[in-house]
């Protein structure tokens, strides 16, 4: 009911833009980038999204020579905050709900679709981003794999990427889609495959990379010297997958919808590219399950190695006790305070003991030794 209230409020004092005035459509500070862009050629634009709206969709009714839309408007965010974000809701005509998504972040990957009865609407998808973090740029919490996520918002005309988290810039993926202009002048969806498959590419490079780690770390625990396996490590990376596995999982589903089902803007002929997309987030899928399963074996193994040498060394010091319980034993008797005793005042008495005491042990230690227990 809260959050129900929550979001009339917004509704209702949502700040409402005019875009016959270029001004009143300002640009944040969150905002990395607007860029128009017709027929797969970046347009010169002054960073005004209204303006480059009003040229874009001033010639939605013409098409390029492939029967896409013209053009489209493409804008970056980092990190918006509810007020800046508003100014793109209203512009853009994108759902409350979607917008408190993008906003307040920490949502699992999705798609959606915001439609209208004219057949419009808006597709919005949610991604998990994945860095590695190698061990000498860990921080205390010890991370091997940094999260982030990423927001995209795609209409016919318009593409709105928002990004959470310290990594998962889309600026170089911006430089190679205008290095392709044919595929960007597929549309907005062709915007969106791009960022879907360089975000399941990061998942690539990050699962290769937790490979090395579970290789070193089962190489070290069935090396000579098991005992000096950090067991945290083990754990950590079980931890850092399963991070790992909440961003790959869910996605596959989506992926699967938006390469198969008529979900608008999405044509069918983006909807190959995506096939690709959801072929390599199943083999990801069973990569990240078979890591798991090897962890939780290289963890048993490790467990079960501690207590092989747990028991070793019980076996080793049974074994010393065993021999210094002789010697023990004969100084016992003869130190008890009796008059009458064996050899007590004879002249070899005391070599002979020493003697007994010395053969005894050597003994004791060579049947230790041919038993495997020193």
């Not at 600026?171 to 595929?183: N, S, T």
């Not at 098991?226 to 961003?247: F, N, Q, T």
């Not at 003869?334 to 070599?351: A, K, Q, S, V």
């Amino acid at each position: 009911m809260i959050h129900k209230l929550r979001r009339a409020m917004r509704r209702a004092y949502r700040p409402t833009v005019d875009l016959s005035h270029p001004a009143r459509s300002p640009l944040g500070s969150s905002v990395v980038n607007c860029v128009v862009y017709e027929d797969g050629v970046r347009i010169p634009c002054d960073n005004d999204a209204g303006r480059a709206l009003r040229r874009v969709r001033s010639g939605s009714g013409r098409s390029s020579r492939n029967g896409n839309s013209r053009g489209f408007v493409w804008i970056g965010l980092h990190e918006p905050t509810e007020i800046e974000f508003a100014v793109f809701a209203e512009l853009f005509g994108l759902h409350p709900l979607a917008v408190e998504d993008a906003v307040q972040a920490h949502q699992r990957p999705k798609v959606q679709r915001y439609g209208r009865e004219d057949g419009g609407g808006t597709l919005f998808t949610v991604l998990k981003t994945c860095r590695y973090v190698s061990r000498e740029q860990q921080d205390a919490a010890g991370e091997v794999v940094d999260t982030g996520e990423l927001m995209v918002f795609t209409g016919t005309d318009f593409v709105i990427t928002v990004r959470h988290g310290r990594h998962g810039s889309l600026g170089p993926l911006r430089e190679a889609l205008e290095d392709r202009p044919e595929q960007l002048a597929k549309g907005p969806a062709a915007v969106l495959h791009a960022i879907a498959d360089q975000v399941v590419d990061d998942y690539l490079a990050v699962t290769d990379a937790v490979q090395h780690d579970v290789d070193a770390v089962e190489t070290a625990v069935f090396s000579t010297d098991a005992r000096r396996v950090d067991a945290g490590r083990i754990y950590l990376l079980k931890r850092e997958l399963l991070e790992l596995k909440r961003a790959v999982g869910p996605l596959e589903r989506p992926m699967q919808a938006l390469a198969t089902a008529p979900l608008p803007p999405v044509g069918p002929a983006i909807q190959p590219y995506f096939r690709d997309v959801v072929d390599h987030l199943a083999r990801l899928n069973e990569q990240i399950g078979g890591y798991d399963a090897l962890l939780d074996s290289i963890l048993q193994a490790h467990l079960a190695q501690v207590t092989v040498a747990q028991n070793e060394d019980m076996r080793k010091i049974t074994a010393w006790a065993a021999i210094v319980a002789v010697p023990t034993m004969v100084c016992g008797v003869y130190g008890m305070n009796f008059d009458h005793m064996p050899e007590l005042r004879w002249t070899y008495g005391y070599p002979l003991v020493i003697g007994v005491m010395v053969t005894a042990c050597v003994l004791i230690h060579r049947s230790f030794r041919r038993n495997g227990w020193l």
